[in-house]
């Protein structure tokens, strides 16, 4: 039996715990503020804080149940061991499961409004309450400095006169990941998307990247597995590789 720190964001809460509960092995969960990926750096420093606090020996792996997620884990140095990362774009490809179902929906639809029971429920008062997809993440920014400034309120009043929302975004969609009873916020997200004039949809989500994480299941075309003092730097086809980190420094 091996042992294993998970780090990853409140945004898996629910399904990170389901996964570990049938895994073989032991793991330990750590759970990150979900707010930290507005500020990529910021969510790379506590993720490598994370990294450096754990003691040698301590685990065979650390798992880091994220993606790229704006490049918030680009730059991490595997200490004394390894790192385990999907290679993802963000917990978008978490919850659908497979990059290639992600690609599919990005290409179909690239303006997509994310929501999720685990997402939702620990949104911040003011806060965003659904995931917009990567490549227009900075409308989220947007609507983030609103809400600092005016309120949530007057940064949808804004938005919508503005179109803004309009201009990037025409559908929601809801990924039901089962267990707990989401229908209250699959409803809330379908009634903000009526109210943004967004077309809505639903989709099942799969644990099967997050269960392949904690079982030590890693295919090197899904799972980047970065040696002790080696750094994940962001690549093409793979998404993310890692190189020694004298080589960076250097």
């Not at 509960?21 to 990150?32: S, W, Y």
């Not at 990567?134 to 006169?161: C, F, H, S, W």
């Not at 903000?192 to 799969?206: C, I």
């Amino acid at each position: 039996m091996r042992r294993y720190l998970a780090l990853t964001c409140e945004a898996l809460t629910r399904s990170i715990h389901a996964a570990a509960a049938d895994a073989p092995h032991t793991v330990t969960v750590e759970l990150l503020r979900q707010g930290l990926h507005n500020t990529p750096k910021s969510l790379r420093a506590a993720l490598q804080e994370q990294i450096d606090a754990a003691a040698p020996g301590a685990y065979d792996a650390i798992l880091l149940a994220y993606g790229i997620c704006g490049t918030s884990t680009v730059g991490l140095v595997a200490r004394s061991i390894p790192l385990v990362i999907p290679r993802a774009h963000d917990c978008i490809t978490l919850y659908l499961g497979a990059r290639d179902r992600y690609q599919a929906e990005f290409d179909a639809h690239p303006g997509t409004y994310w929501y999720s029971l685990d997402y939702m429920e620990r949104s911040a008062d003011g806060a965003s309450v659904g995931l917009g997809a990567a490549t227009i993440g900075a409308m989220d920014e947007i609507y983030a400095e609103y809400v600092r400034k005016y309120g949530q309120d007057n940064a949808d009043y804004l938005m919508e006169v503005m179109g803004e929302w309009g201009k990037h975004y025409d559908r929601a969609v809801f990924i039901d990941m089962g267990g707990a009873d989401g229908q209250p916020y699959e409803e809330a997200a379908r009634a903000e998307a009526e109210r943004r004039g967004w077309r809505f949809e639903r989709r099942t989500g799969d644990r099967r990247l997050l269960t392949m994480l904690v079982r030590g299941e890693w295919p090197a075309d899904e799972f980047l597995v970065v040696p002790p003092g080696y750094r994940i730097r962001q690549s093409g086809g793979g998404l993310v590789d890692c190189e020694p980190v004298e080589d960076a420094e250097g």
